[in-house]
């Protein structure tokens, strides 16, 4: 549907009979259409024809129009009240309204002019120059190359509508205060300041302190937990570094027993100074003093070195037979020469044969060790193992290693073995009393290679063995209603009772099971 055709005097045809709608301009600002959505294509009012059957429209200028125009067509030359603005000329910016408006009276040729800095004010009583003129929506496609500067306190303007509002003094310094003593409540018993200071403008800064780091209260050690036996055990271990008359070294560990300087460790650390040698002691504080041999068992694989005028103290035993599977405990000791180790574990297992010993030809040390998964290694042996009360109940002396592992070149794989005290502690004795020590026999040998007992190889004239009654070929198959399943378990189950004590043996002889009881003999060793 095409619009209605506008006449050049303002007013609205609408082809109704009836009725006739007719605006008039006023000195109000008219709403500019939006070109986007005019329509190019209006058809304006035809001019007059030849034989007057169509109205004549005045044009702009009381002229009488000329033939039929679009908006796409171009105005005659000429046409319009108003020449074409000269390039470069500020008309862009400023026309004059000749027009009347309200009524026939005239505006006093009021005019329109930039004012905020190149947009120009909506043009009011818009005249079109041609019929069918757009409202002037955009400027010219020609700029002008004069423009108008903004105004002279441009700048103050600017600089008034960003100004902040005035601080109120009072109400910050108060404020600050405030801060400030609720960071002095946080901080404790630490000092917090704030500092106020006013710059030129009177604007207050406070300067907050940092929050404290690494001002935690201390830890404390609590009863029955690792650090507290190791700060109990550790300035009663010492480090041993022996060199023998051979050239041959070794490193272990040892812990005070008295408070005369003896020390008790393995035999296997100190076997090298046995025929010639020396043995440095080296304390948790690290001092270093020589210390003497005093006695050494293989049988147990435990010795005892003294150490004039020291100062450490010794530690205090526990029971190794109250020991129970599962227990927590903790190592102590030198392992690859790094003096004062604590590791931790537990009891896995207790009463385990093991063959320890210093001489790889002929293992000669046998023990019913106890079984902890406590890191042991090299130079860990003949350190304390001990209870959470810090209590000695072992002595470390062996670990089990990987097949195919050389010498020296494995470490813990959590199966570690100690010595029970009780039997460490009447060996001790034994040593420090005499210088050697005794362990129980039974006055026979038995062959080490038979499995499913211990098979007699050999019986002693005279001996525990041959009064009971024992034979070559006979087969050993319990100690005190204990199974016995090999010639090792056998030697370890004996040396866990003193000499002069009687045990019953279970044995068998051409498939017929006996008993005897015998009284053990001792030896030295």
Known sequence: MEPPPVAAGGSIDDHDDDEADTVTSDDAEPTVPNPATADPTAVLPAAP?????AGAAPSGNGQPAGPP???????EPGAGTMPLRTPGSDAAYRQTNGGQSNGGQSNGGRST???????PEPQQNFRPVYPGQAWPTEQPQYRPTYVPPPPADWHQQQARSYAAEPHKL???????????????VLAGAGAATAVVALSGND??????????VGTGADPKIRTGSVSAVASTLLPSVVQLKVEGSDNSDATGSGFVIDNVGHILTNNHVVAAAAKGGSIQVVTNDNKTATARLVGRSPAYDLAVVQVAGLTAPSVQFGRSDQAVVGQDVVAIGSPLGLAGTVTSGIISAKNRPVTTGDDTGQASSYISALQTDAAINPGNSGGPLVDMNARVIGVNSAIATVRGSEDGQSGSIGLGFAIPIDQARRTAQQLIATGKASYPVIGASVDMTFEGGARVSAVSPSSPAARAGLRVGDVITAVNNDPVDSAEVLIVAIRTHQPGE??????ERGGRSRTVT???????G
């Open 49 to 53: 024809a030849a034989n007057g059957s």
């Open 69 to 75: 125009l679009t908006a796409l067509t171009p105005p």
């Open 113 to 119: 002019t930039q004012r905020s800095f190149g947009r």
């Open 170 to 184: 009072n109400r910050v310094v108060t404020i600050a205060a405030l801060v400030a003593l609720v960071i002095g």
């Open 203 to 212: 604007t207050p800064i406070a300067q907050q302190p940092e929050p404290p």
């Open 502 to 507: 009687a045990v019953r043996l279970a044995y």
């Open 518 to 524: 015998l009284t053990l003999a001792q030896q030295i």
